[in-house]
């Protein structure tokens, strides 16, 4: 068993969501090493060496399991908590800084926020680190956000790696060097407006941790189990979702997504599926046909509401005025998470919130 002798470093028992400054803790900018002594890297190397997403030992599997219910009971009362509606951007994770899509879906994710939507994301780099950059300055001026957008593409790309810990727990520290050039400007900018700026919600994993953590994000629900991950993210963005260009990983989202639009209960709003790049989604990935053969054709949606609830947009405008015509709200998250089976963790949730308020203001009292 690889990871058994490494100390396990997270709290597997937690009663609120991560800030992305608490899983980077330990990160030095003028120190490449630092990377490595950050929690978020700590609890990968552990991931890793304990057997990645099947645990060889089982202290490991227990304890990652442990932690993955707490993350999503304070996901929950989070969401809860949240007075605003929740969406999501999905898209590639290689999506270079410097692009011109890149710079799309900060603005996206600007407007949504400065409109009061609660922006989520898988939490990593590309478009996901586009999500929480847009979000964060939907403050700020956009002068500002040009700065943040210039300072971010003196490192435009992450380096493809997914060796950076080996199957023993050997971390690469050149590989780890890089990860920190990378993260550095971002960090920066974290740390600039973390005080004042837009929140969002990061929903990553562990299995893709040689991608590190978004340092954009406000709130963080890191889990181990990626299937977790998927599937909690996909019925918080009950509001709707905005997919941009990507690979597998965002086609697997797209129909992970459409089918739990399928599946619906009947007091359940239909989440839109809003589709950005009308060139990509026509004709290199040209996914509508085959969702109206899924949703007309087994008469699960009319073609006047397939239409006003599944399109494909070109400009930032169109994506985002889109979203606002099925008029988001904080009720049609409640109404999913509730109809998936989150109800009663969010009951429990609330319930302890509630006992640990008590006791705090008990003791204060006494």
Aim: proline content about 6%; hydrophobic content about 40%; some cysteine.
């Amino acid at each position: 068993m690889p990871g058994a002798n490494l100390e396990v470093p997270f709290q597997p028992i937690r009663n609120d969501l991560y800030t992305s400054l608490e899983l980077m803790d330990g990160f030095a900018p003028d120190d490449p090493d630092s990377t490595a002594r950050t929690l978020d890297f700590r609890c990968y190397r552990y991931f890793v060496a304990s057997g990645a997403a099947a645990p060889s030992d089982p202290y490991a599997g227990m304890m990652e399991a442990l932690h993955d219910h707490s993350i999503m009971r304070a996901m929950s009362l989070f969401l809860d908590e949240v007075d605003v509606p929740s969406v999501a951007i999905m898209g590639d994770h290689k999506e270079s800084r410097d692009t011109p899509t890149y710079g799309q879906i900060v603005e996206i994710a600007r407007r949504l926020t400065q409109r009061g939507c609660l922006v989520a994301s898988g939490g990593g780099p590309g478009a996901m680190e586009a999500t929480h950059l847009g979000a964060l300055l939907a403050n700020a001026s956009d002068d500002e956000v040009g700065e943040a957008k210039e300072l971010l593409q003196t490192v435009p790309k992450l380096p493809a790696s997914t060796t950076v810990v080996s199957d023993d727990g050997i971390v690469d520290m050149k590989i780890v060097g890089k990860l920190h050039n990378w993260a550095k400007p971002a960090f920066e900018l974290a740390q600039r407006y973390m005080s004042n700026g837009g929140q969002s919600l990061a929903v990553p994993t562990w299995y893709y941790g040689s991608e590190p953590v978004s340092p954009l994000a406000t709130r963080v629900a890191k889990y181990f189990q990626n299937s977790i991950r998927e599937d909690v993210l996909l019925t918080l963005a009950a509001n709707g979702i905005v997919y941009t260009a990507g690979a597998a990983g965002t086609l697997q989202e797209v129909f992970q997504g459409a089918a739990q639009n399928y599946y619906r209960k009947k007091h359940e709003a239909f989440a839109p599926m809003i589709f950005f790049g009308a060139e990509f989604w026509t004709n290199t990935m040209p996914v509508l046909p085959v969702l109206e053969a899924l949703f007309v054709g087994n008469k699960n949606l009319s073609p006047q509401d397939f239409k006003r609830l599944v399109a494909v947009v070109d400009t930032v405008d169109e994506a985002v005025d889109r979203l606002f015509e099925q008029e988001p709200s904080k009720q049609k998250t409640a109404t999913r998470m509730e109809a998936k089976g989150f109800g009663p963790m969010m009951a429990a949730a609330r319930s302890l919130q509630k006992q640990a308020h008590f006791s705090s203001r008990h003791s204060l009292e006494g």
